[in-house]
Structures are given as structure tokens and as C-alpha cells.
Nanobody
Framework: QVQLVESGGGLVQAGGSLRLSCVAS????????MAWFRQAPGKQRELVAV???????NYADSAKGRFTISRDNPKNTAYLQMNSLKPEDTAVYYC???????????????WGQGTQVTVSS
């Protein structure tokens, strides 16, 4: 019913930048918050940043000052601008959206397939 597709990952040197995009499509009445998570090998998935429908944001301590989350509501798209990347930022980055399928419906959580970010030292 709802699909999330991430793009923008890749290989970058330490200190470089990447911009991730997440496009939500399908049967969508409204999107509450959109968030980026990441999961490194052998580690649990962790929240990187979240943005609500009004533009309010929250960041993990590791992302503050380096990453910026934004969204384009008419396009059902979220972005993650990542600057000053470090090798420890290497992970698969996942987009998550809380979506209302129809008016009055409960919020449902959807995940993208992930995009690999690799930062070389």
C-alpha cells in the first residue's frame, strides 16, 4: 500500500558529504513524522534524525551539527544532508514514515529498503 524508496547513498571519503532522499508513494492520506535510522554491522538500528509534519526536528547526539533532516510535504519526500562524514557513520540508512492511509485511520509505520553509506578514512 505504501512504499518508501531511499536513494543517495554511496562511498565517500571522511570529511565529505552525502544527501539521502526518501520518497513515499502509494495510498497516503497524510504523513506524520518521517525519520532516518541507521544500522552498522553487528549493531542495533538507531535513530539518526526525525522531522514532524510541521518541520520540527530532533537529532541523535552523533548527528547534531553535522546532519540536517528536511522534508517536502507535497512531494512526500524527506532528505538527510550529511556533512563532515566520519568512518563511524558507515551504515545502512533506513527511512521510516508514520502514515495515515485514510482520514481517521490509525498511523501505520513503514520502512524503506535502506541505502548503504560507506565513509572511508
Amino acid at each position: 500500500q505504501v512504499q518508501l524508496v531511499e536513494s543517495g547513498g554511496g562511498l565517500v571519503q571522511a570529511g565529505g558529504s552525502l544527501r539521502l532522499s526518501c520518497v513515499a508513494s502509494g495510498s497516503i492520506f497524510s504523513i506524520n513524522d518521517m525519520a532516518w535510522f541507521r544500522q552498522a554491522p553487528g549493531k542495533q538500528r538507531e535513530l539518526v534524525a526525525v522531522i514532524n509534519s510541521g518541520g520540527g526536528t530532533n537529532y541523535a547526539d552523533s548527528a547534531k551539527g553535522r546532519f540536517t533532516i528536511s522534508r517536502d510535504n507535497p512531494k512526500n519526500t524527506a532528505y538527510l544532508q550529511m556533512n563532515s562524514l566520519k568512518p563511524e557513520d558507515t551504515a545502512v540508512y533506513y527511512c521510516r514514515a508514520k502514515v495515515q492511509i485514510s482520514r481517521g485511520d490509525n498511523l501505520r509505520q513503514y520502512w524503506g529498503q535502506g541505502t548503504q553509506v560507506t565513509v572511508s578514512s
